[in-house]
Structure formats: structure tokens, C-alpha cells
């Protein structure tokens, strides 16, 4: 049973470009959970996401930042115009239906992402 | 504002002997709490939680202490292993699990020394 899959691992990419970050949720599970984490910082909410709804968006950024998470196929979480205060990790976690706590939680091992 | 604090970056410990990893939080709202070990280039592993009717929880050589009127949570790991050395977060969440959002802690990074 595969883990969460993140890719890229790595991604680089100049100011003003687009990045795209894909998530792919444990078999079964159908609830992810984007955080980023800047360099020396804890990780940080950003979205919580259910199929095709997001149900809590209190940790994005107003501008540039969106995410989704489709019928089929993986979440995204897309920067547009990109800064470099955007280089960080981004983790995205995913956990069951029938939640468990947050110890239902599993993390995938994060897209790094670096602005140059 | 940092609701949830590590207040020491790092931590050196001897194999064998017991690492105690602290964590401060302010929000009177946090009901639920956990602990999450890292290794570079990987994801968060979840370890070991605590709920605020609980003083304390214990799995193995993990142990998590919870002193709510002092908002204060402490991980014990003993004995200490190589293999323990990672960095490790606390995250804390509200009661309410309708929102599944967690607050993390800055981190701590543990070093078990041979």
C-alpha cells in the first residue's frame, strides 16, 4: 500500500513562473491536508481539502495560491507568479473518512520548492 | 504569534540515557496534542498523542507528559537510541475535529550520541 506520493521532490523555478505541486493521497483516504515549512520554521496550515471541496483555506495566501483536489486524481496546489519567499517545503498530508485524529494523519515527503 | 513553542532548537543526549523533548503552547483552545519525528528529506512521522483529559501516555520508550494548567507538554524517550536522532515537532489541535488543522512547533533537533 503505497504511502502519500508527492512530485516533484524538487522544483525549480525562475520569478514570475508558475509551480504546481501534486498530491497523491494514501488508497482510501479522502482527505488532504496541504503545510509548508520555511527554512528554520515549524510546518505551517495552509488548506484542508475534501473531494472537489475545500473546507478550510484559512492558511493561504490571499493572492497567487490555489488549490484543488478533484474527482479524479491528484490535489494540486498551484503558486502562480512565484517570489522568492515562496522557496520552501510543501507537505501534503492525507488521513481516512472516518478520521482517527490527526494521529490518522500520514505525510508525504514534501516538494521542495526553490525560487531563483 | 507562536502558539506552539520549542524553545531549545537542539538537543545533545547520550545513548542510553533518557531525552527530554519540551513544548509550550498558549491557546487555551488546543484540547488534543502530538508529537511528530522527522528525518531530512522526509515527511513528518506521527509518534505518539495526547488528549487533555490524559496527564499522561505511554508506548514503548515514548512517553508524553501533559500539564494543562501550565501549557506544557514534555516527550521522555528512554533509553535513548542512535536511531532516535531526527528532529521532533509539536503540533497541538482544538478540540473540535471538524477542523483537522494542527499547529506546530518550531522543532527540536536530537542528537543521540554513541
Known amino acids: 500500500n503505497a504511502g502519500v506520493m508527492q512530485n516533484p521532490r524538487h522544483l525549480v523555478r525562475r520569478r514570475g513562473q508558475e509551480a504546481r505541486l501534486r498530491c497523491s493521497p494514501m488508497?482510501?483516504?479522502?482527505?488532504v491536508y496541504w503545510y509548508r515549512q520555511l527554512p528554520e520554521e515549524g510546518l505551517k496550515f495552509m488548506v484542508y481539502l475534501q473531494k472537489e471541496n475545500i473546507i478550510d483555506e484559512s492558511g493561504m495566501p490571499k493572492e497567487r495560491f490555489s488549490a484543488e483536489f478533484p474527482k479524479e486524481g491528484p490535489s494540486i496546489l498551484r503558486i502562480q507568479q512565484v517570489v522568492r519567499g515562496d522557496s520552501a517545503a510543501y507537505f501534503c498530508?492525507?488521513?481516512?473518512?472516518?478520521?482517527?485524529?490527526?494521529?490518522?494523519?500520514?505525510f508525504g515527503s514534501g516538494t521542495r520548492l526553490t525560487v531563483v | 504569534d507562536q502558539q506552539v513553542k520549542q524553545n531549545s532548537p537542539s538537543l545533545s543526549v547520550q545513548e542510553g540515557r533518557i531525552s527530554i523533548l519540551n513544548c509550550d503552547y498558549t491557546n487555551s483552545m488546543f484540547d488534543y496534542f502530538l508529537w511528530y519525528k522527522k528525518y531530512p528529506a522526509e515527511g513528518p512521522t506521527f509518534l505518539i498523542s495526547?488528549?487533555?483529559?490524559?496527564d499522561k501516555n505511554e508506548d514503548g520508550r515514548f512517553t508524553v507528559f501533559l500539564n494543562k494548567s501550565a501549557k506544557h507538554l514534555s516527550l521522555h524517550i528512554v533509553p535513548s537510541q542512535p536511531g532516535d536522532s531526527a528532529v521532533y515537532f509539536c503540533?497541538?489541535?482544538?478540540?473540535?475535529?471538524?477542523?483537522?488543522?494542527?499547529?506546530f512547533g518550531t522543532g527540536t533537533r536530537l542528537t543521540i550520541i554513541p
Open positions: 495526547i488528549s487533555s483529559i490524559k
Open positions: 488508497k482510501g483516504h479522502s482527505h
Open positions: 503540533a497541538a489541535s482544538p478540540l473540535n475535529f471538524g477542523n483537522e488543522k494542527l499547529t
Open positions: 498530508a492525507s488521513s481516512p473518512l472516518l478520521r482517527q485524529g490527526a494521529d490518522g494523519y500520514t
